[in-house]
């Protein structure tokens, strides 16, 4: 689901049940009093494992070839064809109602804060995510490379819902 970018960042899970993913800090930085900075976290969204996960039953490239029609992948594959267009129609409902929401740590929201209070992001951002992180003390904050900094959740939503076309 998240591609490693650094591998100072691999995102850990902190308890077997946690609702959401720690993400580190991809650098040394220290947030300056009344500062914002944009700190990178040296992972993306991978679209393709996300899908694979969520289809648990299809093999490993399948987002791929259902995007690229390739047919030959899902002959290789002992996957029917003919199915295709329903298996595209749940991948395209799945993405339109999830998104990531990416916040501050527990343990640096007590000197750190999102500007924005939580970050939105949609399933198909292929960038590498970062955090902004203002500082309102009077004093500097310092992180290191693989310092937890955020934590990231799956979210479902109903924005398909609403009425409104596509640019």
Known sequence: ML???NEKCQPIK???YSASISLKSAVDVSIEAG???????GVKIDLATLIEKKLIIMPKGFYNAI???DEDFFLDNNVDFSYKDELYDEIDGFLR???FQLTINNNLAQFLIIPSGVSIIDVDFSNELTIKLHN??????????SDIVAQ??????RTSYFDIDEK
């Open 152 to 157: 990231i959740t799956l979210m479902e939503h």
């Open 97 to 99: 109602r999830h998104h």
């Open 67 to 69: 995007v690229n029609d």
């Open 35 to 41: 500062d914002t900075l944009e700190i990178p976290l």
């Open 14 to 16: 902190i308890h077997k």
């Open 136 to 145: 309102p003390r009077k004093n500097t904050i310092s992180l290191d490379v």
């Open 3 to 5: 591609s490693v970018i």
